[in-house]
């Protein structure tokens, strides 16, 4: 199979014509790593391949939804037991996982062919891909420019076209942020509605959840369906969708009323954001729906810190375990790793308890929110997808850190605030899609616009629980307004 004729499909389609005997999974496969090896020297998105591992089970009798269709994994969580699985760590590399993901199980009885691991930085803590132990992974559209992180190197590699779909989790944005920086498809589904086991209950109380990055709406929909259902060793069952998502695609979304807010906190939008959600306000309008500009329903200034502040403990508590897992000293980690992990370290159980107690605060100001509004609708980043680079901690910091860390100052580095603003600096670039793993609702990116200099900036959509549906309704009713497929970054 051609790279052109690969590359016009989406796994939807794939797995329809190797059903049918048109094309073979292994002739897909073999689609799918000729496109990796003439790409990823350039925009580093796989870290690890298992090609021979992958044909052999191309090789064999597939069945499930999405038989044959390639796939890669994020290299954070996504777990092959006895597999390398490194978190984007330096101190993980070569220690194999003692069991497999549940999700990778459902995946792979679903029939999808995994081939490989994506790019991700340290334990997914940044908004962009540029872990020391792998280097930095990079847009397609611009390789000057972060594909976003944490799952920036399954954005790029599908926005390149090496996959259709690929593996991805949110815990800030992580789906939605580099779906957003690759013009590609996003959603973040609810709390609880997809299985973290079996060595977690949930990840991040529930802020965290696995699931796809991809080009078409359906291969998303298809590759949640497969992972929705009863988990016996979860902390709780979520109420499972009316109905299978792709099912949703084809029904109507009705006239919505959205509200839309360019608010943030850390900063002024670029106005490509702000161009961004206009073009699409306007096309919803277009479109039939009631749509108006609306004041941000949460304190966006309070919800940034009891972000930060419960990210830097969850850090804390990754670091602490894989120094236990591999008995690897704390200078295997990243400097910024290693300050943020210091000031999580200092708070106090019944500090962090309050932080978790905030965060139903949000969660009620957004359910006030959806009693009148059916989303809302906010820029997924702001601005452009920023350069390789541009994020690195500035050198004299770097050194104030290491100093800090040897005379174990981390209660004056949380004090100062010095970490905080280094982090915030972070988040100043995507401080919309946080909202919505803190009150666990379901949100998507959708690719509507593009820069004048040819980056994509993607628009979010953020449901009330339970409003998986309804986002994938209109996400296929904005895919057929504008096919953003077609686009391809001029690799």
Not at 447 to 470: I, K, R, T
């Given at each position: 199979?051609?790279?052109?004729?690969?590359?016009?499909?989406?796994?939807?389609?794939?797995?329809?014509?190797?059903?049918?005997?048109?094309?073979s999974?292994?002739?897909?496969?073999?689609?799918?790593?000729?496109?990796?090896?003439?790409?990823?020297?350039?925009?580093?998105?796989?870290?690890?391949?298992?090609?021979?591992?992958?044909?052999?089970?191309?090789?064999?009798?597939?069945?499930?939804?999405?038989?044959?269709?390639p796939?890669?994994?994020?290299?954070?969580?996504?777990?092959?037991a006895?597999?390398?699985?490194?978190?984007?760590?330096?101190?993980?590399?070569?220690?194999?996982?003692?069991?497999?993901?549940?999700?990778?199980?459902?995946?792979?009885?679903?029939?999808?062919?995994?081939?490989?691991?994506?790019?991700?930085?340290?334990?997914?803590?940044?908004?962009?891909?540029?872990?020391?132990?792998?280097g930095?992974?990079?847009?397609?559209?611009?390789?000057?420019?972060?594909?976003?992180?944490?799952s920036?190197?399954?954005?790029?590699?599908?926005?390149?076209?090496?996959?259709?779909?690929?593996?991805?989790?949110?815990?800030?944005?992580?789906?939605?942020?580099?779906?957003?920086?690759?013009g590609?498809?996003?959603?973040?589904?609810?709390?609880?509605?997809?299985?973290?086991?079996?060595?977690?209950?949930?990840?991040?109380?529930?802020?965290?959840?696995d699931?796809?990055?991809?080009r078409?709406?359906?291969?998303?929909?298809?590759?949640?369906?497969v992972?929705?259902?009863?988990?016996?060793?979860?902390?709780?069952?979520?109420?499972?969708?009316?109905?299978?998502?792709?099912?949703?695609?084809?029904?109507?979304?009705?006239?919505?009323?959205?509200?839309?807010?360019?608010?943030?906190?850390?900063?002024?939008?670029?106005?490509?954001a702000?161009?961004?959600?206009?073009?699409?306000?306007?096309?919803l309008?277009?479109?039939?729906?009631?749509?108006?500009?609306?004041?941000?329903?949460?304190?966006?200034?309070?919800?940034?810190?009891?972000?930060?502040?419960?990210?830097?403990?969850?850090?804390?508590?990754?670091?602490?375990?894989?120094?236990?897992?591999?008995?690897?000293?704390?200078?295997?980690?990243?400097?910024?790793?290693?300050?943020?992990?210091?000031?999580?370290?200092?708070?106090?159980?019944?500090?962090?308890?309050?932080?978790?107690?905030?965060?139903?605060?949000?969660?009620?100001?957004?359910?006030?929110?959806?009693?009148?509004?059916?989303?809302?609708?906010?820029?997924?980043?702001?601005?452009?997808?920023?350069?390789?680079?541009?994020?690195?901690?500035?050198?004299?910091?770097?050194?104030?850190?290491?100093?800090?860390?040897?005379?174990?100052?981390?209660?004056?580095?949380?004090?100062?605030g010095?970490?905080?603003?280094?982090?915030?600096?972070?988040?100043?670039?995507?401080?919309?899609?946080?909202?919505?793993?803190?009150?666990?609702?379901?949100?998507?990116?959708?690719?509507?616009?593009?820069?004048?200099?040819?980056?994509?900036?993607?628009?979010?959509?953020?449901?009330?629980?339970?409003?998986?549906?309804?986002?994938?309704?209109?996400?296929?009713?904005?895919?057929?307004?504008?096919?953003w497929?077609?686009?391809?970054?001029?690799?």
């Amino acid at each position: 199979m051609e790279y052109s004729e690969y590359r016009k499909h989406d796994g939807v389609a794939l797995a329809e014509r190797i059903r049918s005997g048109e094309v073979s999974a292994g002739e897909v496969l073999e689609a799918a790593i000729a496109r990796a090896e003439v790409v990823n020297d350039r925009i580093n998105a796989l870290t690890r391949t298992c090609y021979d591992e992958a044909r052999k089970q191309a090789a064999e009798e597939l069945s499930g939804p999405l038989a044959g269709v390639p796939f890669l994994l994020k290299d954070l969580h996504q777990e092959y037991a006895g597999a390398f699985s490194t978190a984007g760590s330096q101190a993980l590399q070569g220690v194999p996982a003692p069991e497999t993901a549940e999700v990778v199980r459902r995946w792979t009885e679903a029939g999808l062919v995994v081939f490989g691991r994506t790019n991700t930085p340290e334990f997914g803590a940044k908004p962009i891909t540029e872990p020391l132990v792998s280097g930095a992974a990079r847009n397609p559209w611009n390789l000057a420019h972060t594909p976003g992180g944490s799952s920036g190197g399954a954005a790029a590699a599908v926005a390149s076209g090496i996959v259709p779909v690929a593996g991805a989790s949110d815990g800030g944005g992580s789906i939605r942020i580099p779906a957003a920086c690759c013009g590609l498809f996003g959603l973040k589904p609810g709390r609880g509605l997809v299985p973290a086991g079996p060595e977690r209950a949930e990840n991040f109380h529930g802020a965290s959840l696995d699931g796809v990055i991809s080009r078409s709406v359906r291969d998303s929909a298809a590759a949640l369906d497969v992972l929705i259902g009863p988990d016996p060793e979860g902390p709780y069952q979520a109420g499972v969708p009316e109905r299978e998502f792709t099912q949703e695609l084809s029904r109507e979304p009705g006239t919505l009323r959205i509200g839309f807010s360019a608010e943030s906190a850390l900063g002024d939008p670029h106005p490509h954001a702000v161009a961004a959600l206009t073009d699409a306000a306007e096309l919803l309008e277009s479109l039939g729906h009631e749509v108006e500009e609306v004041s941000s329903p949460v304190d966006l200034a309070a919800l940034a810190v009891d972000f930060l502040e419960a990210w830097s403990v969850k850090l804390a508590s990754a670091m602490n375990e894989a120094i236990r897992r591999t008995g690897a000293s704390e200078s295997s980690f990243e400097l910024d790793t290693r300050l943020l992990a210091a000031v999580g370290r200092t708070f106090s159980g019944p500090e962090y308890s309050a932080v978790l107690d905030r965060w139903h605060g949000h969660t009620r100001r957004l359910a006030e929110f959806h009693r009148q509004y059916d989303l809302l609708l906010t820029p997924s980043l702001a601005g452009p997808p920023v350069r390789i680079g541009e994020l690195e901690t500035p050198g004299l910091l770097q050194e104030a850190g290491k100093l800090a860390l040897r005379l174990r100052l981390a209660p004056v580095l949380r004090a100062t605030g010095v970490v905080d603003r280094v982090a915030r600096d972070n988040l100043r670039h995507v401080p919309y899609t946080q909202l919505a793993n803190i009150t666990g609702r379901p949100a998507m990116s959708v690719p509507l616009y593009w820069d004048p200099e040819g980056l994509p900036l993607g628009v979010q959509f953020v449901a009330p629980l339970g409003g998986e549906g309804m986002l994938f309704r209109l996400a296929a009713q904005l895919e057929q307004a504008r096919a953003w497929a077609d686009h391809e970054p001029p690799l």
